[in-house]
């Protein structure tokens, strides 16, 4: 019983870590060309405070 609970716990980070990766390729797929962007806005706002 117990080892049924500790792979099922294993099992379901694994899980969540496989959805953040693809979520992670995908996000950094949609935005890569705005991520620049992004970046330089922000660099701009440290550098004006």
Known sequence: ?????????????FKIDTTKNLFQKYFNQKYSDKKDQITDVLNYRDEKN
Do not use: E, V
Not at 1 to 13: D, E, H, V
């Open 1 to 13: 019983m117990i080892k049924q609970k500790s792979f099922t716990k294993r099992n379901l980070a």
